[in-house]
């Protein structure tokens, strides 16, 4: 689904730059993503634990007991000593491919390379050990970088029988319009090939992972991978059901899994923890979908634009009192929204460029802007008891809550 709105929006941006004075006759600037390939050997074998690094790319965040781990979009993880939130510390990095997302149950830490879960022991942060790894349990696919006037170059590689795509390079090149529809073929011809073969931390709304007890649910595109942890070092992959389509992220309330997908929230019951079951599901137009939820309502982001498919951003709230039947209940137009988190009667909403929006969700119908940190750009919070934690664009924002709003503590560079 991402694939076809993604080649559909990149044809009509090439089409409106073939009609542009500033094009140098049939040649256009593009972003090109060309894949990095290594073998499943190569891969597991390329872990590392190391001293602070800076960061790349600054992703999800997490927080156990003192710690607040970011993910290095693709490249691992860094962990960040956070007893003292007015001075954070980098202590420590494990350096992975293929890592987007992580969970933390009695300091043993779950994360995702690529293919594989990996399971760390973290009871000693200076001295993190690799104790288990469960091979093959999610697809082995990597998430495709996702910009405006993007095509995918493959021709520059031959792409032996024992790799695999871990990662993906992106360089600003002038290609003409007759290669740029040839790779737009190329890639159609590609996803058509891939498509046919204890002590519990706490995640953004970004997440794909979510421990409950002693399962740990980790979400890919379609699926819901279950694993049972009550052995925290040597976890067993309960089974895998098919959840939906386009799944981004998962939510837990209570006895209840909440999906967020591009094409809208699915609802399901665990209360069988092993066998998920599906007690409904509300749609809305395509687009791009975290969801966090209190007692009554679910709150959802849409963020449109890109592989996201809608035309208009929006803050969706939906009534879930009868979770057999959700329905919306109010709409707010929002610029660029990513993450978002609520506290009490605050609801706070990563507005991409725009900034960190708090509300008062006392009325969901008439929701009161209470402060808007602008200028900086937001990807992700979490609402702990005492403050706020949010990830920009390699910063670490946290901020204290007062009456009626929060204020700023500390600013803390990744790099």
Same mark, same amino acid.
């Given at each position: 689904?991402?694939?076809? &709105?993604?080649?559909?929006?990149?044809?009509?941006?090439?089409?409106?730059?073939?009609?542009?004075?500033?094009?140098?006759?049939?040649?256009?600037?593009?972003?090109?993503?060309?894949?990095?390939?290594?073998?499943?050997?190569?891969?597991? #074998?390329?872990?590392? &634990?190391?001293?602070?690094?800076?960061?790349?790319?600054?992703?999800?965040?997490?927080?156990?007991?003192?710690?607040?781990?970011?993910?290095?979009?693709?490249?691992?993880?860094?962990? &960040?000593?956070?007893?003292? !939130?007015?001075? !954070?510390?980098?202590?420590?990095?494990?350096?992975?491919?293929?890592?987007?997302?992580?969970?933390?149950?009695?300091?043993?830490?779950?994360?995702?390379?690529?293919?594989?879960?990996?399971?760390?022991?973290?009871?000693?942060?200076?001295?993190?050990?690799?104790?288990?790894?469960?091979?093959?349990? /999610?697809?082995?696919?990597?998430?495709?970088?996702?910009?405006?006037?993007?095509?995918?170059?493959?021709?520059?590689?031959?792409? @032996?029988?024992?790799?695999?795509?871990?990662?993906?390079?992106?360089?600003?090149?002038?290609?003409?319009?007759?290669?740029?529809?040839?790779? @737009?073929?190329?890639?159609?011809?590609?996803?058509?090939?891939? +498509?046919?073969?204890?002590?519990?931390?706490?995640?953004? #709304?970004?997440?794909?992972?979510?421990?409950?007890? $002693?399962?740990?649910?980790?979400?890919?595109?379609?699926?819901?991978?279950?694993?049972?942890?009550?052995?925290?070092?040597?976890?067993?992959?309960?089974?895998?059901?098919?959840?939906?389509?386009?799944? +981004?992220? &998962?939510?837990?309330?209570?006895?209840?899994? /909440?999906?967020?997908?591009?094409?809208?929230?699915?609802?399901?019951? =665990? +209360?069988?923890?092993?066998?998920?079951?599906?007690?409904?599901?509300?749609?809305?137009?395509?687009?791009?979908?975290?969801?966090?939820?209190?007692?009554?309502?679910?709150?959802?982001?849409?963020?449109?634009?890109?592989?996201?498919?809608?035309?208009?951003?929006?803050?969706?709230?939906?009534?879930?009192?009868?979770?057999? @039947? !959700?329905?919306?209940?109010?709409?707010?137009?929002?610029?660029?929204?990513?993450?978002?988190?609520?506290?009490?009667?605050?609801?706070?909403?990563?507005?991409? @460029?725009?900034?960190?929006?708090?509300?008062?969700?006392?009325?969901?119908?008439?929701?009161?802007?209470?402060?808007?940190?602008? $200028?900086?750009?937001? /990807?992700?919070? =979490?609402?702990?008891?005492?403050?706020?934690?949010?990830?920009?664009?390699?910063?670490?924002?946290?901020?204290?809550?007062?009456?009626?709003?929060?204020?700023?503590?500390?600013? /803390?560079?990744?790099?």
């Amino acid at each position: 689904m991402k694939v076809k &709105i993604l080649l559909a929006l990149t044809m009509l941006f090439f089409m409106l730059q073939s009609c542009n004075d500033e094009t140098d006759g049939e040649f256009v600037m593009v972003n090109v993503a060309t894949p990095k390939y290594m073998t499943k050997e190569a891969l597991r #074998s390329s872990v590392e &634990i190391t001293l602070p690094l800076p960061i790349i790319e600054s992703g999800k965040i997490y927080v156990y007991k003192d710690l607040v781990l970011v993910n290095d979009i693709e490249n691992g993880i860094h962990i &960040i000593d956070n007893s003292n !939130p007015e001075s !954070p510390k980098k202590v420590a990095c494990i350096k992975m491919e293929a890592n987007n997302d992580m969970e933390i149950k009695g300091d043993y830490l779950y994360v995702d390379s690529l293919m594989d879960l990996v399971i760390f022991d973290i009871s000693n942060i200076h001295d993190i050990k690799e104790v288990t790894r469960l091979k093959d349990v /999610f697809p082995a696919y990597v998430v495709m970088p996702f910009m405006d006037d993007l095509v995918y170059d493959y021709t520059n590689h031959t792409q @032996n029988a024992n790799e695999i795509i871990v990662g993906w390079k992106v360089t600003q090149e002038k290609r003409s319009m007759e290669e740029i529809e040839n790779l @737009n073929t190329r890639f159609m011809d590609v996803v058509a090939f891939a +498509e046919s073969n204890a002590s519990v931390g706490q995640g953004g #709304s970004l997440a794909k992972f979510k421990i409950v007890d $002693d399962y740990l649910y980790a979400v890919d595109s379609h699926n819901i991978n279950i694993f049972n942890i009550e052995k925290l070092a040597d976890p067993q992959q309960s089974s895998s059901i098919f959840a939906g389509f386009d799944i +981004e992220t &998962i939510f837990n309330k209570g006895n209840y899994l /909440f999906l967020g997908s591009m094409r809208g929230m699915y609802i399901y019951d =665990i +209360e069988s923890p092993a066998m998920p079951q599906l007690v409904s599901e509300f749609q809305h137009g395509t687009a791009c979908d975290p969801v966090v939820v209190d007692d009554e309502y679910a709150y959802i982001t849409l963020r449109a634009g890109n592989s996201c498919g809608a035309l208009d951003s929006s803050l969706q709230i939906v009534d879930i009192t009868d979770l057999y @039947n !959700p329905k919306l209940k109010k709409s707010y137009a929002m610029d660029n929204p990513y993450g978002l988190g609520i506290k009490n009667n605050l609801l706070f909403i990563c507005d991409g @460029n725009s900034g960190l929006k708090v509300y008062d969700k006392t009325n969901v119908e008439d929701l009161q802007l209470v402060d808007h940190f602008k $200028d900086i750009n937001t /990807f992700d919070v =979490i609402p702990l008891d005492n403050h706020l934690l949010m990830i920009g664009e390699e910063v670490l924002y946290q901020y204290t809550y007062s009456d009626g709003g929060i204020n700023l503590l500390s600013q /803390f560079s990744l790099n």
